[in-house]
């Protein structure tokens, strides 16, 4: 027997992502040879500053989930060599036995390192800032020998602690009154989330599909946003709803839109990065969208809703109110749209002769649902959206959406000529 300690239970906000089995990857690919045994030690120098990162979850006898910490070895970091098109083993994720995973792949010489972290650990704002870290100490043991003896981490605490000590209080409206209209208001065609008949054992991965721009059209659409003064957030929106409506063909039906919030900035104090594990809020949006329907319009009414909302401090304490879910979809309600804008994505430290070449994210869970969920991120200036779905045509989404995107693009350049 090895002794172990309960570092806490998991609150509100953190129990949605047990329940599911929900863990998150974030891929690096990187050009260049890579020291294999340096990556080794920078995972564990890793695992030693943030030791609940080498935890897993227990279930107590009243169905609530514990983050606990024995004295076991990390599995340590994951090497597969591919050629061709073989297929990776298979990870499996338990979250039962350890809450994070490193794995490095080599397909003929093309690199990709991935971190999962179970989600009820992490965000991905604070996931990221977990790689910059494992980056920045391969870089000093490749290039120095040795590296600074880690900052020891205690467990990121929860968001209701963050919002407690801001004295951030729940609000009579949590912001989900806004979708209620839609609700029970129209002949729905089948929900695309029905649920199967039964649970996976272990979390799966959510296939994905992808759209990137070129650098001069992402250029385009940030000089689009800049032009008619809208977020870059809510031009993204804007477009990923006007696709689903397109491809809806219920054009009397209205959009819900449901979208996380980095509450970081919006707090007083900040929160840093790895100081919370899911410091969000949720914002809501009901697309109305017709035939003429314009791109600014929406994008305006979007940013508009949200600045509202946060003046009035819905989203900063909309996860007192419920936890949102991944999966299903509610009785009654048209399906839901999910989407997370990721902003800019850094340069990363990376010792001479390295460097960071592409960008993606995977999800895992082990729900009977089927889970559809947009991300966006801009990477070397290039915009990517990224379609995690169960779909049965994922594709057909983000080819419409980058024909949308493409459109204001060109929109944005026709302006410029003249």
């Not at 030791?51 to 979850?57: A, Y």
């Not at 040795?146 to 409206?173: C, G, I, Q, Y």
């Not at 809501?284 to 509202?308: C, M, Q, S, W």
């Not at 049965?392 to 000529?417: C, F, H, M, W, Y």
Request: glycine residues 6%; aromatic residues 6%.
């Amino acid at each position: 027997m090895f002794p172990s300690s309960g570092i806490r239970k998991l609150a509100r906000s953190e129990e949605m992502f047990a329940e599911t089995h929900n863990f998150v990857g974030l891929a690096a690919h990187v050009r260049g040879s890579v020291d294999v045994d340096a990556l080794a030690e920078a995972f564990d120098a890793l695992l030693a500053a943030h030791p609940v990162l080498n935890g897993h979850l227990e279930q107590s006898p009243d169905g609530r989930w514990e983050i606990i910490l024995d004295d076991l070895m990390h599995e340590g970091l994951d090497v597969v060599q591919l050629h061709g098109d073989d297929e990776p083993p298979p990870l499996l994720f338990d979250q039962t036995a350890a809450l994070s995973h490193l794995r490095l792949t080599d397909r003929d010489g093309q690199i990709q390192l991935t971190l999962y972290i179970h989600h009820s650990l992490a965000d991905g704002h604070h996931q990221f800032s977990l790689v910059e870290e494992l980056f920045s100490t391969y870089t000093d043991l490749v290039t120095t020998g040795r590296t600074s003896p880690p900052k020891v981490h205690s467990a990121p605490v929860s968001l209701e602690v963050v919002l407690a000590d801001r004295n951030v209080e729940k609000r009579p409206r949590s912001g989900l009154e806004r979708l209620l209209a839609a609700m029970f208001a129209y002949e729905l065609p089948p929900s695309r989330r029905a649920p199967s008949e039964s649970n996976p054992v272990l979390p799966q991965r959510v296939p994905m599909a992808y759209c990137k721009l070129s650098e001069a059209d992402t250029e385009n659409i940030v000089a689009f946003c800049r032009a008619h003064k809208l977020g870059l957030n809510s031009l993204l929106s804007a477009a990923v709803l006007m696709a689903e409506w397109q491809l809806r063909a219920t054009p009397n039906i209205p959009v819900p839109y449901v979208y996380p919030v980095d509450l970081r900035y919006l707090l007083s104090p900040p929160v840093s990065a790895t100081e919370c594990t899911n410091p969000v809020g949720i914002a809501t949006y009901l697309a109305e969208i017709e035939h003429g329907t314009d791109v600014i319009d929406l994008a305006r009414d979007i940013n508009d809703t949200f600045k509202k909302d946060i003046a009035e401090g819905v989203i900063q304490q909309s996860f007192l109110h419920f936890s949102p879910q991944y999966v299903g979809n509610p009785p009654g309600l048209p399906d839901v749209v999910m989407f997370t804008d990721n902003g800019i994505v850094p340069p990363m430290r990376m010792p001479p002769g390295m460097e960071l070449s592409a960008s993606h994210g995977e999800l895992y869970f082990a729900v009977s649902s089927g889970i559809e969920i947009y991300t966006s991120k801009i990477f070397a200036g290039r915009l990517m959206i990224e379609y995690h779905s169960h779909g049965p045509e994922p594709e057909k989404s983000v080819n419409t959406i980058d024909t949308i995107l493409r459109g204001i693009a060109a929109r944005q350049a026709g302006a410029g000529v003249r």
